[in-house]
């Protein structure tokens, strides 16, 4: 068997080609056959050169035994080196005599010249068309070419191998030489064997060749072989714990011979639990249900068309971790006194383990079917830790829930303490704290003390200014600290109205405490003036000017009504002008004296606010200012 062959170089002899030697020399086992009409003579044997030769005559004879040219000479020293048949096969008789001058015969010789240019027919061939696994031997039926066979029959049959190129099982396609005849012209009686052939698709190329040597159609025969085993892949594993039952698949891929289903015997995939029996499928998937607490291996393999078994590296089996139980949840043993607001639980799960990123503390009031409100909780591994402003409660018992997970996802819910006993707390879990607060002139003063009596010191107290209405800031906030009796104290700077009270926060064991709200209000400040002390009847009129007071009031100034107000001797304040001050509190306005009962009276003028909706003083009024009539 070999492999595609070089053509023939054109310049080799067809002596060269067929091999074919006349008697007495060698002849091929296929009797002396060739495809080509002109067939070598070796002239020193054929006829031979006896002494006293003179001249070398042929005559060919065809099979019936009929000349088939005319007798053919030449001279003896030169008889011929080659002779033709006709182009017809068929097994040709050739004589050849010598004579010498006289015309008498001195010697004579006669051989057969086999001629046959006509292809046998094409072998048949059967390969079982299967994939083959890698270790196998391929078989290939061989059946013998039609009849009838040309005169030469059947000499063998060659053979080649390749990979889709379409190689010649002959160097010349029109010519096999007999060491490229691969099986004798009885091989086809048992199946031949091939040979353990490389992976993949191999083409194998067979024609069967005459006794001359000529080569039949080529007929190409394929042989499939797949020497790897599937590749087998596992989905549907978590990556972490499930809380119950798991389905597995395991899915198989080749390139090759494939893994479709084909029956019984055909492919399969097959996925087992923890080394049991393995739950099998025609075709490259299969399945099954993981389940029961605990950590579980999964294993697969599959079998392709050709019986390649593959199966799962080391690495790559399959791990389903499974909790199907709930975690212990319970409360701490006693609250801790220095921290009575800390709600804490533990949560224990032997084996996912506490979820580290779930979990509550909740509460409701006792003895109630009220939902309950959950608390901010702080989860840790192992720990629920929640906080919980009683403060923002009302007085009364509270039971809590603690709900727990693992890391599966399991949830359990706990009310009792880890010793037994529900866990219910009495609010005020704090001492309650007290404060009593008030002004006392310009101060804002009050007293922090424990409800059940006793000073609470070096505490701070936040004392908030809400101003009215319009002034700016609108709020003031200032923290004291108080002394040794629990007392503090402070001074009320100018500004607007405005109303004080008094908040302790509280801390982890005092309760908040707040006072009552005290109320301080500022008039508002006015400064009035006159250009003159006195007025001439009928003269240059006199300016009254002047500025309110507004710290703390921003813009609020602007627009603001001024009611300009008069009296004289005897007789009650009346308005007689209202001016609007500017955004700085100023206004101005210019009298003139022109009644003459105004001579020799001393009038009184001053300025007054009444206030509006935004102006965060109340009302005032100026000192005021006298101006003489003359």
């Not at 503090?488 to 500004?495: K, Q, Y």
Request: aromatic share 8%; net charge neutral; proline share 9%.
């Amino acid at each position: 068997m070999s492999g595609a062959r070089a053509p023939l170089a054109v310049a080799i002899l067809l002596s060269a080609l067929i091999a074919l030697f006349l008697l007495p020399l060698q002849a091929r086992a296929s009797e002396g056959w060739q495809p080509s009409t002109e067939f070598a003579i070796d002239s020193a044997q054929f006829p031979g050169r006896p002494a006293g030769g003179w001249e070398a005559r042929y005559q060919l004879f065809d099979p019936a035994g009929t000349p088939v040219w005319a007798q053919q000479q030449t001279s003896a020293a030169n008889p011929f080196d080659w002779f033709p048949v006709p182009p017809v096969p068929g097994a040709y008789r050739l004589e050849a005599w010598v004579v010498d001058k006289a015309g008498v015969e001195l010697s004579r010789a006669s051989t057969i010249l086999r001629f046959d240019d006509l292809p046998p027919g094409p072998p048949g061939v059967d390969s079982s068309g299967r994939w083959l696994r890698g270790e196998e031997v391929a078989l290939l039926g061989l059946e013998p070419p039609a009849e009838p066979l040309p005169l030469s029959r059947l000499d063998g049959y060659a053979i080649s191998l390749d990979r889709g190129s379409g190689s010649h099982p002959c160097a010349s396609p029109s010519l096999c030489t007999a060491a490229e005849i691969d099986l004798g012209a009885n091989a086809d009686a048992e199946p031949v064997a091939l040979g353990v052939l490389p992976q993949g698709v191999n083409f194998v190329r067979i024609v069967a060749v005459s006794g001359a040597g000529v080569p039949s159609a080529i007929v190409t025969a394929t042989v499939r072989v797949d020497s790897t085993g599937p590749l087998v892949q596992l989905s549907g594993i978590p990556d972490g714990w499930s809380d119950g039952p798991v389905r597995v698949e395991a899915n198989a891929t080749d390139p090759l011979s494939g893994v479709a289903a084909a029956g019984p015997a055909g492919p399969l995939t097959g996925i087992s639990v923890d080394g049991g029996s393995a739950a099998t499928s025609p075709g490259p998937r299969a399945s099954t249900w993981v389940g029961g607490s605990g950590v579980h291996a999964v294993d697969a393999f599959a079998r392709d068309a050709a019986g390649n078994v593959g199966e799962l590296e080391p690495q790559a089996i399959g791990v389903v971790r499974i909790d199907e139980d709930p975690p212990r949840v319970a409360f701490a043993r006693a609250q801790d006194p220095a921290e009575p607001e800390r709600i804490e639980a533990s949560v224990a799960d032997p084996l996912s383990g506490p979820s580290g990123n779930r979990g509550s503390i909740a509460l409701r009031l006792a003895g109630t079917r009220a939902p309950y409100e959950e608390l901010p909780t702080r989860v840790e591994a192992g720990r629920l830790v929640a906080h919980w402003n009683s403060d923002s409660y009302p007085v009364g018992k509270y039971e809590f829930l603690a709900t727990g997970y693992d890391v599966a996802g399991n949830a359990a819910a706990g009310t009792d303490r880890d010793r037994g006993g529900r866990m219910v707390l009495v609010n005020p879990v704090k001492t309650p704290a007290s404060l009593t607060t008030g002004l006392r002139g310009r101060r804002f003063a009050g007293r922090l003390r424990r409800l059940a009596g006793g000073a609470i010191t070096r505490q701070r107290v936040a004392i908030v200014e809400t101003f009215a209405a319009g002034a700016e800031p609108r709020r003031r906030t200032t923290y004291l600290t108080t002394d040794a009796q629990g007392a503090f104290s402070l001074p009320m700077r100018p500004g607007p109205s405005r109303d004080v009270a008094a908040y302790f926060a509280g801390t982890a064991t005092l309760t908040r405490a707040s006072g009552p709200s005290a109320h301080l209000a500022a008039p508002t400040g006015i400064r009035l003036r006159a250009s003159a002390a006195t007025a001439a009847v009928g003269g240059r009129p006199v300016v009254f000017s002047g500025a309110l007071g507004i710290r703390g009031a921003g813009d609020a100034a602007r627009g603001l009504p001024v009611e300009l107000q008069f009296r004289y001797p005897g007789a009650g304040w009346r308005g007689f002008r209202t001016v609007e001050a500017d955004r700085r509190g100023r206004f101005r306005y210019a009298y003139r004296f022109s009644d003459d009962d105004s001579r020799g009276v001393r009038f009184q003028f001053r300025a007054h606010v009444k206030g509006r909706e935004g102006w965060p003083y109340g009302p005032g009024t100026s000192r005021p200012v006298t101006v003489t009539g003359r």
